[in-house]
């Protein structure tokens, strides 16, 4: 029996020992980069070290450093959470990947999913339960990996002596992670029998803004071919990077708070310590006021969305959407019709009976229901900008929006939330609920949407082209609004609906519309 029948593989750094399970290979915890602690912290990911013998890679490593759920209280009537959480340590030490295939030889050449776990780029990892590669690598013959980044503070903390030693540019550590994962795959992927010149790298809210982010970067021509960003458009998103001189001026205002005279002391302090005392920061100024990644003039040489428009980013197939109810604006127990309906006269006032006709509603339930569809509409027109510059380019991309409900009452009355998509596409049977990580009773058409969605997603994977093997058309965008609504019956939005989407695409593209995901968006006339 060879060496990779055994879950036995060769790196660049040394061997690897995995474990079998099904027709899967799974190695779980392998180092794709030197550990960020003492003087490397706060600089760009360095090469792992190699090591002799087998390594064993049957366990997942530390997520980093973040917020902790101590203390989690559930709901009564709520079984099985415990279980359905990301069992993770949070360490410094925290640059690792996942690995699940499918793969009988080394020579197979599969296509390879990438995954960026959301977060907001200060929670999450690639160990979360939901986004265990089980359910996907085992249907469909896809390498799934997930890796863990940097977050927050020390994913993006940026200082003017950091500047300077770092050659002109600092902060964006976790984009340098994303990328060295890439290419850590990509140069040792074959070795599990993944495609090096097939990789898609598919990120969520906050990792689909950092994968817009690679999509952009010049850093990463070559590296991979595919990007799949699910919920997290940067252009017109609620995720924009900022200028580098803003989180420098933070970095020194950090610094002065905490009595930090230099940088070397900033290396040396603990980690924790650090972290409890920005927390104490962002508490005071605002989760807007924290750190968060820039426009360093490197991985990121200026403005997303001057790169974007001259056609300045990679060559790589898109695929980008979002939910249909992506986040809930209001309390859906507490809110009435006469409230929507008094929000529609003043947010939207020069076109109030049509937003009434788009987004009907007849109790407080629906009218909860629909204040999230107008936010979430209004996020999917950041998928379409993109895509429709894709195509101005001659490039590839591809548009939908979920509208799949959990079959129950309380789905239907609640929508298609934030992070929906995600146990179809990961094949985590019976999770989904209002958050995908609560228990869900999965019944027939459940089934057959996760055959839809693992269907299309794997094909992009493979070939770039999501279309194929009999499921409903879906048409690449060709400059308008071409979208594909996934649900049920998934179709192509017809273009008697696109007289909303072109309402709000209008005040987008004229700067006068701010969008609030975590309240009810409203018109902003521009000043």
């Known amino acids: 029996m060879s060496n990779f029948e055994n879950a ?23 180092p794709y980069a030197a550990p960020p602690v003492g003087a490397l912290r706060f600089r760009k990911p360095q090469e792992p070290g190699r090591w002799r013998g087998v390594r064993k890679a049957t366990q997942y490593s530390a997520a980093s450093v973040q917020q902790v759920m101590e203390n989690l209280e559930l709901p009564a009537n709520v079984h099985g959470v415990p279980q359905l959480l990301a069992p993770s340590q949070y360490e410094e030490d925290c640059l690792y990947l996942n690995i699940w295939t499918p793969a009988k030889t080394p020579e197979d050449k599969l296509p390879v999913f990438l995954w960026i776990h959301g977060g907001g780029m200060v929670a999450g990892s690639g160990c979360e339960v939901v986004c265990d590669g089980t359910g996907f690598a085992s249907r469909k013959d ?27 540019t600092s902060g964006n550590y976790a984009l340098y992670d994303m990328r060295k994962a890439c290419q850590w795959v990509k140069e040792n992927i074959a070795q ?30 070559g590296l991979v071919q595919r990007v799949s960003i699910e919920s997290g458009p940067i252009y017109w998103g609620f995720m924009q990077p900022q200028d580098r001189s803003v989180m420098e001026q933070r970095g020194v205002e950090f610094m002065k708070r905490i009595g930090c ?116 509409d209004i996020m999917l027109l950041g998928s379409v900008k993109l895509a429709q510059i894709c195509s101005r380019y001659g490039r590839n991309a591809w548009v939908w929006l979920m509208s799949k409900e959990n079959e129950t009452q309380r789905g239907r009355d609640a929508g298609s939330p934030h992070c929906a998509e995600m146990p179809y596409v990961f094949g985590r049977v019976d999770c989904g609920e209002r958050n995908p990580f609560f228990p869900y009773h999965w019944v027939g ?32 965008n060709a400059g308008d609004l071409e979208i594909c609504e996934l649900c049920n ?28 995901l975590f309240g009810l968006p409203r018109f902003t006339p521009k000043k």
């Open 8 to 30: 036995k593989v060769k790196v660049s750094q040394g061997w690897l020992q995995g474990y079998t399970e099904g027709n899967l290979k799974i190695f779980k915890g392998i």
């Open 142 to 168: 896809v390498v799934v990996v997930t890796i863990n980044y940097r977050l927050g503070f020390l994913g993006f903390f940026a200082h003017p002596d950091l500047t300077a030693e770092g050659g002109g």
């Open 192 to 221: 599990f029998g993944g495609d090096p010149e097939r990789i898609t790298v598919a990120g969520q809210s906050g990792g689909a803004a950092g994968t817009g982010a690679l999509h952009a970067s010049p850093l990463m021509k």
């Open 261 to 376: 005279g230099s940088i070397e002391e900033l290396r040396s302090r603990d980690c924790w310590e650090l972290f409890d005392a920005y927390s104490e920061y962002v508490n005071e100024v605002g989760f807007g006021g924290g750190f968060g990644f820039c426009v360093d003039g490197e991985f990121l040489p200026k403005r997303y969305s001057e790169i974007m428009d001259a056609g300045e980013f990679n060559d790589f197939d898109v695929l980008i959407g979002s939910c249909s109810q992506e986040f809930p604006c209001v309390d859906p127990q507490k809110f009435t019709v006469e409230e929507y309906y008094a929000y529609l006269e003043e947010a939207f006032p020069d076109n109030v009976e049509n937003m009434k006709r788009w987004y009907p509603a007849e109790t407080g339930v629906q009218a909860a229901k629909q204040a999230s569809t107008i936010a979430s």
């Open 445 to 476: 058409a459940d089934y057959d949407f996760m055959e839809l969605i693992q269907g299309y997603w794997y094909t992009f994977c493979a070939t770039g082209d999501p279309n194929g093997e009999g499921r409903p058309q879906w048409d690449k």
């Open 489 to 516: 019956q998934t179709h192509m939005i017809p273009a008697e609906q696109f007289d909303k989407y072109r309402y709000f695409y209008d005040k987008l593209s004229h700067n006068d519309y701010i969008v609030s």
